[in-house]
């Protein structure tokens, strides 16, 4: 692979770098137990937080398995749960619960639901309520299919959380900002904050996690396949009838007492209110259902913007400080209605 790389840097149009994440625990020398000598020891402890896994175990080279060896020796403090389905494999479930993990096991909901949000609403309101049951203030809801390589992950996020409070009339409503991890933030796509791996107070948790399960149709003239839905219906409606994403942030929003207007600019002003979004790099998340075939730490291109460009912590901070303003966004509201653009990352 690297001669590949090498070429390619030396004779082709690109600069390549390339990113080795062991697959093991015990190939990893990033934590405290291992290297000692210089290992950060952050003041913030995370003995009240939790990490919580939802979805099914993804037994493939054991990687929910040995993620959960990996948070247990990086965050020795932290609680894990996993909230997944009665019919996991006993195996599977008897291995992870040897390494000290409280194990959640959820009914299917009669019906998934546009892109399983339903099913990600039981198994996360799941393991929120068992984290809740722990005693722990602070959960990072993530995936059995996803793994956080940094070790002071849990610690720099409590940070981060109380560095920013929660803007206007959020700050009577929530203890603190609920933060989007990963990819998935939209720039132009109306309250889109990643739910893919999650951050916040388990009070504001608990409500991000439990709305109403999404039991109404989708509209008559909605295609029925999912990458069809994705590529063929407007920003706007997608976003406001069939993204999971969406679904969860507007909700949460609802139940803090603010209306919707389901435009880019009241989107931006939640962002800047209610919401934090940190960059895949500075948690070093990896995704098996989105990195394993793209091999990529990051959904950009440097050949051209697209209307799917992500809002990264960069932006998020201009959002905050006031230097990039939810006024300015009028200009960015025609873009609710084109169809998503097919992501290009600009070469072979």
Not at 227 to 246: N, S, W
């Amino acid at each position: 692979m690297r001669h590949v790389l090498f070429a390619e840097t030396s004779k082709g149009s690109h600069f390549m770098t390339s990113r080795a994440r062991p697959k093991a625990s015990v190939e990893l020398g990033l934590g405290a137990d291992s290297s000692p000598r210089y290992s950060l020891q952050p003041a913030v402890r995370p003995e009240k937080a939790a990490i919580v896994l939802q979805g099914p175990i993804w037994s493939a080279e054991n990687f929910s398995l040995e993620t959960v060896r990996i948070y247990r020796r990086h965050m020795p403090d932290c609680r894990l749960v996993l909230s997944t389905w009665k019919d996991a494999p006993q195996t599977d479930l008897d291995r992870i619960a040897k390494e000290g993990v409280d194990i959640v096991l959820n009914d299917k909901p009669a019906t998934p639901g546009p892109y399983n949000v339903n099913m990600q609403i039981v198994s996360s309101s799941g393991g929120m309520r068992r984290a809740a049951e722990l005693g722990v203030e602070w959960v990072i809801k993530s995936r059995t299919d996803q793994r956080l390589y940094q070790p002071t992950i849990m610690s720099s996020l409590i940070s981060l959380a109380q560095l920013f409070p929660p803007l206007g009339a959020a700050a009577t409503t929530q203890k603190y900002r609920v933060f989007g991890m990963a990819g998935g933030t939209f720039k132009f796509a109306p309250y889109h904050l990643s739910d893919q791996t999650v951050f916040g107070h388990i009070d504001d948790m608990l409500s991000y996690w439990s709305p109403p399960l999404r039991e109404s149709p989708l509209p008559e003239d909605f295609p029925t396949d999912p990458l069809r839905l994705f590529l063929e219906v407007p920003i706007g409606k997608f976003c406001r009838y069939a993204a999971a994403e969406t679904y969860f942030a507007s909700q949460f929003l609802l139940r803090q007492g603010r209306s919707l207007e389901w435009t880019i600019s009241d989107s931006w002003a939640a962002l800047r209110d209610h919401f934090g979004v940190v960059d895949q790099m500075s948690s070093d998340i990896y995704w098996v259902k989105g990195q394993h075939y793209t091999m990529r730490d990051v959904m950009g291109s440097y050949a051209a913007l697209s209307n799917i460009g992500e809002l990264g912590f960069l932006e998020w901070v201009q959002l905050v400080a006031g230097a990039l303003s939810p006024e300015t966004a009028g200009a960015y509201e025609r873009v609710l209605d084109e169809c998503i653009t097919p992501f290009d990352p600009g070469y072979p």
